[in-house]
């Protein structure tokens, strides 16, 4: 099955800096990458994915990242506010599979 | 409208007992999907609904686990002899359709705490 990791665990940044958290996955089948932020006491909410055919998806100060070819992805967001302080999970599967593979999670915190 | 609602938020229990974890997907979503999330761990599937069958029971950890789903609604997960190993944030997850592609809406969890 799917194998998706992660890194890092835990991410500081300071406010306006930029952060990336990076994920690989083992399975080429795969063709579908959301992110999901989880806030504290709350679900996860899905904030952006990403489908095989597209190499990069922006929605405003976010962007995900695609490279079929090293089978890893990654999440970029710019200008951090204290409010993007949350747990940020990736996750990969593929067309009609209906399960998703979540990776460890990245615990983003952003100093005002 | 109402979004995916689990209850209870919280459960504290002692090793041994069963417990019963409820979730009300959004209305008319045929996709039901259970998570488990231990603390500082990642999303661990355990078992997806396709309106009231359940097709992939794979990710149920051991035979003490059972889940149902009646009228394509309302789904409930059954830990039978709780261990302190389940202790864990169970969350609940519904979709439009089945459509492996769709976007997950996540309830809050329910906290699992076996003493």
């Known amino acids: 099955g799917e194998n998706v990791e992660q890194h890092p665990s835990t991410l500081s940044v300071q406010e306006g800096d930029s952060a990336v958290i990076k994920c690989t996955y083992s399975d080429s089948a795969s063709n579908y990458f959301p992110w999901y932020k989880q806030e504290l006491g709350k679900g996860p909410q899905l904030i952006i994915d990403?489908?095989?055919?597209?190499g990069e998806k922006k929605d405003q100060r976010i962007a995900v990242t695609l490279n079929k070819t090293a089978k890893h992805f990654s999440l970029h967001i710019t200008e951090t506010q204290p409010e993007d302080s949350a747990v940020y999970f990736c996750?990969?599967?593929?067309?009609?599979?209906?399960?998703?593979?979540f990776g460890s999670g990245t615990k983003l915190n952003v100093k005002p | 409208g109402a979004g995916v609602s689990q209850s209870p938020s919280n459960k504290v229990t002692e090793k041994g007992k069963d417990v019963e974890l409820r979730c009300d997907p959004i209305s008319g979503h045929t996709a039901l999907y259970w998570y488990r999330q231990s603390l500082g761990q990642g999303l661990e599937f355990l078992i997806y609904f396709q309106g009231n069958s359940a097709p992939d029971k794979s990710g149920l950890p051991s035979d003490r686990f059972s889940a149902e789903r009646t009228g394509g609604s309302v789904s409930t997960l059954t830990i039978q002899r709780t261990q302190q190993e389940d202790s864990a944030v169970y969350l609940c997850a519904s979709s439009p359709t089945t459509d492996a592609n769709e976007k997950l809406f996540f309830g809050s969890g329910t906290q699992l705490s076996v003493l």
């Open positions: 990403i489908r095989s055919n597209v």
């Open positions: 996750a990969a599967t593929y067309f009609n599979f209906n399960k998703f593979y």
